[in-house]
């Protein structure tokens, strides 16, 4: 991948909110250097508050939506992530709340789970200079006896996701009576993700003179109808429209044959600088399976979807904050809301079906002054859709090269190679130079030759004859075997319960089966955790990963001790153990006929109108009924039916 250095994001400046009409947000070189919190007219305890957290200058959607909320205006704010928003309505929103009145006065609804937890946590920031206030997230995938209990124990301020929100309405552990204060953030987002209804229901519980705030990335009609219903002449800011957002970001695009997308995938993250990065996919299906494929190939990686659960999630962000992770892939649902610093290199794995789409994901680097980079690959027939993207954002996407095998060599080699003088001081290398010497002269090789074998050696190169990605696509030529039309079809039939490739152990691996499957909710990261965090088993020798119904198959480099397979077993995934043993073939169930597990497709398809067994008396999907014998034998009841259907979904994934 060509390295090249993005631009600065540019900071926009800000000037006074117009009534009734859109505010632009102007250069950051126009803005008032003498702007402060000071001059926005916020209580005292607000700007001790805001001093203690360290913000020193208000951004400008801050400047422009703080004076015209505290005066009690409805605000519209067209706004990115990341433009300070939430200290723009969670501070007014603050100054409007009553501490002696232990009953909910705002309301905060936001798209996604990740979202209201930290806009819930920006609002309690803000809030500690203000005794006797409380702020509590609900949201969906969390046990509803905590959320409860604090909405008994009395709140001023609810942010949460709108289903949620309904649920606790409907037991009457929520009530809006009194709101004083709603907050609509990301509302483009939660009506594209179908809470249309919910949020129109929430509002219409809540008083008409309560004040309202609607934020949103951009302004389809569905988001004007919300306004011209729920509010009342409201103040209309916008910032950081959608051409500078992305100007802060490199763009580029490879085009690459959709199989060839994971080995393409993994030379880009080998050889990029960027502390950490998200790749994006549009299914959980993908995510899973572009995940596990990445840690197979030694990245350490996971993947987080709309299902995964929320304990599960919030530990997978806290390793891409803290540094532990260095690759997420995601879907556009599960990344709604992420907010890290340290991410300076998007991957579209496919194109974004919708521009807006792109620049929402792209939105996740370059951010907070940082630098960074987007790449999209790209099918060839994929051009169209690259053109509204281009047209959308108004900008240019180069074209980038895939690294090769040799660049990541190359890459490996030259980080390796400077932390050489930092090794060298620290000293204790006697051993090595005896050990050395000794074998120099036993071997009569020359010193240059001994470290280029050991540089090889070092960056994972084996040489000729070993298992390389050398004839993986680079983006040098594209015949007419690599148009991945049919590729993609192929791939977009992934689904649980549909056709997947038998799983067949890569030599040097051992195949294990664990007692977790679909049915359990076992997912890759989980059971990758599981394993190398129990059974002290490094990352990058956990192979393949397939999930079943009701098991798991996991192939791990060599092999594992008595000892480690006691610990890993013992481990739990989904709340049941995994009970690992090494894999003896497939489990013939009782009364039917054997799955075969040879290296090829145990179903093949029947002209498109499902999965046929190899050979002349299989099953296969005619259309009409779900199952039926070959060569007129009988009909199965429903019962064994569903019994097939499920054995085709534990044996093919």
Same mark, same amino acid.
């Given at each position: 991948?060509?390295?090249?250095?993005?631009?600065?994001?540019? /900071?926009?400046?800000?000037?006074?909110?117009? *009534?009734?009409?859109?505010?632009?947000?102007?250069?950051?070189?126009?803005?008032?250097?003498?702007?402060?919190?000071?001059?926005?007219?916020?209580?005292?305890?607000?700007?001790?508050?805001?001093?203690?957290?360290?913000?020193?200058?208000?951004?400008?959607?801050?400047?422009?939506?703080?004076?015209?909320?505290?005066?009690?205006?409805?605000?519209?704010?067209?706004?990115?992530?990341?433009?300070?928003?939430?200290?723009?309505?969670?501070?007014?929103?603050?100054?409007?709340?009553?501490?002696?009145?232990?009953?909910?006065?705002?309301?905060?609804?936001?798209?996604?789970?990740?979202?209201?937890?930290?806009?819930?946590?920006?609002?309690?920031?803000?809030? !500690?200079?203000?005794?006797?206030?409380?702020?509590?997230?609900?949201?969906?995938?969390?046990?509803?006896?905590?959320?409860?209990?604090?909405?008994?124990?009395?709140?001023?301020?609810?942010?949460?996701?709108?289903?949620?929100?309904?649920?606790?309405?409907?037991?009457?552990?929520?009530?809006?009576?009194?709101?004083?204060?709603? =907050?609509?953030?990301?509302?483009?987002?939660?009506?594209?993700?179908?809470?249309?209804?919910?949020?129109?229901?929430?509002?219409?519980?809540?008083?008409?003179?309560?004040?309202?705030? @609607?934020?949103?990335?951009?302004?389809?009609? +569905?988001?004007?109808?919300? +306004?011209?219903?729920?509010?009342?002449?409201?103040?209309?800011?916008?910032?950081?429209?959608?051409?500078? /957002?992305?100007?802060?970001?490199?763009?580029?695009?490879?085009?690459?044959?959709?199989?060839?997308?994971?080995?393409? $995938?993994?030379?880009?993250?080998?050889? /990029? *600088?960027?502390?950490?990065?998200?790749?994006?996919?549009? !299914?959980?299906?993908?995510?899973?399976? =572009?995940?596990?494929?990445?840690?197979?190939?030694? $990245?350490?990686?996971?993947?987080?979807?709309?299902? =995964?659960?929320?304990?599960?999630?919030?530990?997978?962000?806290?390793?891409?904050?803290?540094?532990?992770?260095?690759?997420?892939?995601?879907?556009?649902? #599960?990344?709604?809301?992420?907010?890290?610093?340290?991410?300076?290199?998007?991957?579209?794995?496919?194109?974004?079906?919708?521009?807006?789409?792109?620049?929402?994901?792209?939105?996740?680097?370059?951010?907070?002054?940082?630098?960074?980079?987007?790449?999209?690959?790209?099918?060839?027939?994929?051009?169209?859709?690259?053109?509204?993207?281009?047209?959308?954002?108004?900008? /240019?996407?180069?074209? #980038?090269?895939?690294?090769?095998?040799?660049?990541?060599?190359?890459?490996? $080699?030259?980080?390796?190679?400077?932390?050489?003088?930092?090794?060298?001081?620290?000293?204790? @290398?006697?051993?090595?130079?005896?050990?050395?010497?000794?074998?120099?002269?036993?071997?009569?090789?020359?010193?240059?030759?001994?470290?280029?074998?050991?540089?090889?050696?070092?960056?994972?190169?084996?040489?000729?004859?070993?298992?390389?990605?050398?004839?993986?696509?680079?983006?040098?030529?594209?015949?007419?075997?690599?148009?991945?039309?049919?590729?993609?079809?192929?791939?977009?039939?992934?689904?649980?319960?549909?056709?997947?490739?038998?799983?067949?152990?890569?030599?040097?691996?051992?195949?294990?089966?664990?007692?977790?499957?679909?049915?359990?909710?076992?997912?890759?990261?989980?059971?990758?955790?599981?394993?190398?965090?129990?059974?002290?088993?490094?990352?990058?020798?956990?192979?393949?990963?397939?999930?079943?119904?009701?098991?798991?198959?996991?192939?791990?480099?060599?092999?594992?001790? &008595?000892?480690?397979?006691?610990?890993? %077993?013992?481990?739990?995934? &989904?709340?049941?153990?995994?009970?690992?043993?090494?894999?003896?073939?497939?489990?013939?169930?009782?009364?039917?006929?054997?799955?075969?597990?040879?290296?090829?497709?145990?179903?093949?398809?029947?002209?498109?109108?499902?999965?046929?067994?190899?050979?002349?008396?299989?099953?296969?999907?005619?259309?009409?009924?779900?199952?039926?014998?070959? %060569?007129?034998?009988?009909?199965? *009841?429903?019962?064994?039916?569903?019994?097939?259907?499920?054995?085709?979904?534990?044996?093919?994934?």
């Amino acid at each position: 991948m060509t390295d090249v250095a993005p631009a600065h994001e540019p /900071t926009d400046g800000a000037s006074a909110p117009a *009534d009734d009409a859109t505010v632009e947000a102007a250069p950051a070189d126009s803005a008032p250097a003498e702007t402060s919190f000071d001059d926005l007219g916020l209580s005292a305890p607000l700007r001790r508050a805001v001093a203690d957290l360290g913000f020193e200058r208000p951004s400008p959607i801050q400047v422009q939506t703080i004076p015209a909320l505290l005066s009690g205006r409805d605000v519209i704010g067209v706004a990115q992530t990341g433009t300070g928003k939430t200290a723009a309505f969670g501070l007014p929103l603050l100054s409007a709340m009553d501490p002696a009145q232990k009953s909910v006065q705002a309301i905060v609804l936001t798209p996604t789970r990740e979202l209201a937890m930290q806009v819930a946590d920006a609002i309690t920031s803000f809030a !500690t200079a203000i005794d006797g206030l409380d702020v509590v997230a609900v949201y969906g995938g969390s046990p509803y006896g905590p959320q409860e209990k604090a909405l008994r124990r009395g709140v001023q301020v609810v942010v949460g996701t709108p289903g949620r929100v309904m649920d606790h309405m409907r037991r009457n552990t929520l009530r809006l009576d009194g709101v004083r204060f709603a =907050v609509l953030d990301e509302a483009d987002e939660m009506l594209r993700m179908g809470f249309a209804e919910d949020v129109e229901e929430i509002l219409s519980h809540s008083p008409a003179t309560r004040q309202v705030a @609607l934020f949103s990335a951009t302004m389809p009609p +569905a988001i004007q109808r919300v +306004a011209s219903e729920h509010m009342d002449d409201p103040v209309r800011v916008s910032v950081s429209p959608q051409s500078s /957002t992305v100007k802060s970001v490199h763009q580029s695009y490879a085009v690459v044959p959709f199989r060839h997308r994971t080995g393409a $995938l993994a030379r880009v993250l080998a050889t /990029t *600088d960027a502390e950490a990065a998200i790749v994006f996919v549009r !299914t959980r299906a993908a995510a899973e399976e =572009v995940g596990s494929e990445l840690v197979a190939r030694g $990245l350490v990686a996971s993947s987080i979807s709309g299902d =995964v659960p929320q304990k599960e999630r919030e530990k997978i962000v806290e390793r891409l904050r803290d540094g532990s992770l260095k690759v997420l892939v995601a879907t556009d649902v #599960a990344a709604r809301g992420l907010d890290v610093d340290k991410i300076g290199l998007v991957v579209n794995f496919d194109v974004p079906r919708e521009p807006e789409a792109y620049v929402h994901r792209i939105g996740r680097t370059g951010r907070a002054g940082r630098t960074g980079q987007a790449i999209t690959f790209i099918g060839t027939h994929e051009r169209r859709n690259l053109r509204a993207i281009e047209k959308a954002t108004r900008q /240019t996407l180069e074209e #980038a090269h895939v690294p090769s095998p040799r660049d990541v060599s190359k890459h490996r $080699l030259r980080s390796l190679l400077g932390k050489a003088p930092e090794r060298l001081e620290r000293g204790r @290398l006697d051993l090595y130079r005896e050990l050395i010497a000794e074998f120099l002269a036993e071997k009569e090789m020359e010193p240059t030759d001994l470290a280029v074998a050991l540089a090889a050696m070092g960056v994972g190169d084996d040489g000729p004859g070993t298992v390389t990605e050398e004839e993986e696509f680079t983006g040098a030529t594209l015949t007419g075997r690599d148009n991945d039309r049919g590729d993609r079809r192929g791939r977009d039939r992934h689904r649980d319960g549909e056709s997947r490739p038998a799983p067949r152990t890569e030599a040097g691996y051992t195949a294990y089966r664990i007692g977790v499957g679909h049915t359990h909710g076992a997912r890759p990261p989980g059971i990758v955790g599981a394993i190398t965090g129990e059974g002290n088993v490094n990352g990058k020798d956990v192979g393949k990963i397939s999930i079943f119904g009701n098991f798991s198959l996991v192939e791990i480099r060599g092999g594992l001790t &008595g000892e480690q397979l006691s610990a890993i %077993g013992s481990a739990r995934v &989904g709340g049941r153990e995994l009970r690992i043993a090494e894999d003896t073939g497939p489990r013939r169930p009782s009364g039917d006929r054997p799955f075969r597990r040879d290296g090829e497709r145990p179903f093949r398809r029947d002209n498109d109108r499902g999965f046929k067994r190899d050979g002349d008396h299989g099953f296969k999907r005619d259309g009409a009924k779900p199952w039926r014998r070959e %060569g007129g034998g009988s009909r199965f *009841d429903s019962k064994r039916r569903a019994g097939s259907n499920r054995r085709h979904e534990d044996h093919d994934g």
